[in-house]
């Protein structure tokens, strides 16, 4: 047993290419790889997007925790009073 061929393209039972698939391979390639770095600036996009809204998330949570505590003062005052 050789694996000499192995790498070769009818190994894989592709058909052998024809010198005009060459250039519609590269062709195929370069907006494949076209695709990859628009979808790659897109997830970068989401990325910003998720960090902003987290940031947005914490805040609020640091607020809510700060109003609790002020309403939680607040029930004890008017407990005391009556």
Known sequence: MSF???GAATAWGEPEQQP???????IRKEKVL???A?????LQALVARVHSVQSDVDRLT???ST?????????????KRK
């Open 20 to 26: 005009g698939d060459v250039v519609k391979d590269a």
């Open 62 to 64: 640091s607020e809510n």
């Open 34 to 36: 076209k695709e990859i």
């Open 38 to 42: 628009a979808a790659q600036g897109d």
């Open 67 to 79: 109003l609790q505590m002020y309403i939680d003062n607040l029930t004890m005052q008017m407990a």
């Open 4 to 6: 000499n061929d192995f």
